[in-house]
């Protein structure tokens, strides 16, 4: 008796090594959006997870950009029917334009659905169906804004109640092994839509691919994984350090003396802990504090987003709301 196809081997070998984290008993959920990737994911969980005990589920998000949106996520939900998943969720969503953007505001809103199924199902796990591809594009994108290691550490395979198990597997491998398991996927025309920084970036890739040869994507991720790790301990002694500094306002000799990839994390984590929203808090805005200790001149206070501020005065430094104007 022949075995899987190939790509379908390495799919379901993925998946098996991510639920090997779960007891007999335990429910996991699958996002499934219809495409290729989630629809592999979801045949290979669908697949190994009763051979370990495990209950699996889907999850389908609608995210009403688009006028067939609705009778995708209700082909998607079907798919995983078929496939022996349950339970299956299906979750309209609203998302909102502005701020960060459309994409920032959709993955908001997906995630909020997500976390609301998983904890009305009681799931312990959550699996995503990010590739290696998906992978190496963060990590592109990390390149292009000059982020540090922590944006080039890429996705990582687990956090909190999410799982990404094909971070190893490509995105060839998930559409051969819907091929080869009779499964017809939807392709998002976001995917194509060149007004996305991330559709510009897969692109960029496959030139690269061209121009260097293969392999790039390959190596993007591995260096995703090799950054990881380091990006983990220098937040760990971030992490230290703030909870050794204490409560504001700090000694400049204590922070001075912090290893600079240490500080600029130190940094980060002060401005937020005073109330800045973590995700406007940039590169800009930590070198600027930097700059009260290392090129200090006697400038004035820099400003966060919060809004708040960052001051230097008698050897030490706060971060508080800006004084009222009179």
Known sequence: MSGPHPAT??????????????????????????????????????????????????VVVDHGLDPDSSAVARRAGARCDELGLAPIGWAQVHVATGGEGLEAAARDARYRALDDAATRHGARFVLLGHTLDDQAEQV??????????????????ARDRYRRPLLAVSRQQTRASCVAEGLDWWDDP??????????????????????????????????A??????????DQLADDAVTALSEGPWSVDDLAALPRAVRTR????????????????????????????????GQGPVSLPGPLVATRAGGRVSIGPPPPVE
């Open 266 to 297: 130190v940094w980060r984590r002060l401005a937020i802990g005073a109330g800045a929203p973590a995700g406007q808090v940039s590169t800009r805005h930590t070198e600027a504090c930097d700059a009260l200790l290392t090129r200090w001149h």
């Open 140 to 157: 592109l994108l990390g390149l292009t804004r000059g982020a540090g290691a922590r944006s080039l550490a890429g996705m990582p395979r």
């Open 9 to 58: 081997a390495a799919v379901r070998l993925a998946v098996r090594t991510a639920l090997g984290e779960c007891a007999p008993g335990d429910l996991v959920l699958v996002a499934c959006s219809g495409g290729a990737d989630s629809l592999a994911l979801a045949a290979a969980v669908a697949f190994e997870a009763p051979r370990l005990g495990v209950r699996a589920g889907a």
């Open 225 to 234: 994984d090799q950054l990881r790790d380091d990006a983990d301990l220098l």
């Open 190 to 223: 976001m995917n194509e839509d060149a007004a996305f920084t991330r559709v510009r970036a897969r692109r960029a890739l496959v030139d690269l691919e061209c121009d260097l040869g293969p392999g790039v994507s390959a190596a993007l991720a591995r260096t």
